[in-house]
């Protein structure tokens, strides 16, 4: 049995004070039998981690640079990420899309990640034109497979969010999401990696009125949210809903 993941990525919203005021709220959601990870923008890492010091909830970072050390200005390495967090999103479509981020770049970030100790939440997902073309798993194999070129971590989260899914309230059908996560897992198994364990979550419009229909498919285990980890009702919607199907 996965332990079910709920993970809040809170993009390049929130000022501080808003960043530790949802910190604050999760609060009370520590405790339940639900793994929560909180990504919020690199500047608050630090402030949200003492947000929820002595609580079960973990911190990730929404992205992360493959080299450890160096004259790379700007960037951030997760040998300096560790010592605030255990997570790091690698390869959400918006660094594909918008940073251009190659899979080749995405795969040293797998590595960097792993090599910290930390644990990669590897987003992957097709866009409207594959999908429309009906290459969803044909992208997915690729972007998995290019993805874990350099290394197979020891735990690792596999993401899939359908670009067509994200920030446009049009959610994939759960039907859907698990043809394509049980899809995912094969290929995980296929590259090597445990598949019993690995978890395979679910992002695109994740509301707390679908939440329950996506974890009620066998190989979803959790959700990547976005919009709606952005109001702490939601957000407490969608872990005590992971909560409960998880007894
Ligand atoms: P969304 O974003 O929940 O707002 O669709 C998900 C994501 O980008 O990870």
């Not at 604050?24 to 003492?50: H, N, Q, T, Y």
Request: proline share 4%; with cysteine.
């Amino acid at each position: 049995m996965r332990k079910p993941l709920v993970a809040a990525n809170w993009k390049m919203h929130t000022t501080g004070d808003e960043a530790i005021t949802l910190a604050r709220g999760s609060r009370d959601l520590a405790g339940m039998d639900v793994d929560i990870v909180l990504c919020p923008p690199f500047v608050w890492l630090e402030r949200v981690r003492d947000a929820v010091q002595d609580t079960n909830i973990q911190i990730g970072a929404q992205n992360v640079f493959w080299a450890d050390w160096g004259a790379y200005t700007g960037e951030i390495s997760a040998l300096q990420l560790v010592e605030l967090c255990r997570y790091s999103i690698v390869g959400h479509s918006e660094r594909r899309h918008v940073f251009r981020e190659s899979d080749a770049e995405i795969s040293r970030k797998v590595k960097a990640v792993a090599r910290a100790g930390m644990v990669p939440i590897l987003a992957i997902g097709e866009d409207d034109s594959d999908y429309d073309a009906g290459h969803a798993q044909a992208v997915l194999r690729s972007q998995l497979v290019k993805d874990l070129a350099l290394c197979r971590p020891e735990q690792l989260v596999v993401a899939y969010e359908p670009v067509w899914a994200i920030g446009t309230g049009r959610p994939a059908s759960p039907e859907y999401a698990e043809e394509m996560a049980g899809f995912i897992r094969s290929m995980v198994a296929a590259e090597g990696l445990d598949a019993e364990t690995t978890r395979v979550i679910y992002g695109g419009s994740v509301t707390p009125d679908t939440f329950e229909d996506f974890l009620n498919q066998p190989n979803i285990d959790g959700a990547l949210v976005g919009g709606a980890s952005l109001d702490s009702d939601d957000f407490a919607a969608l872990v005590r809903t992971a909560a409960h199907q998880n007894v």
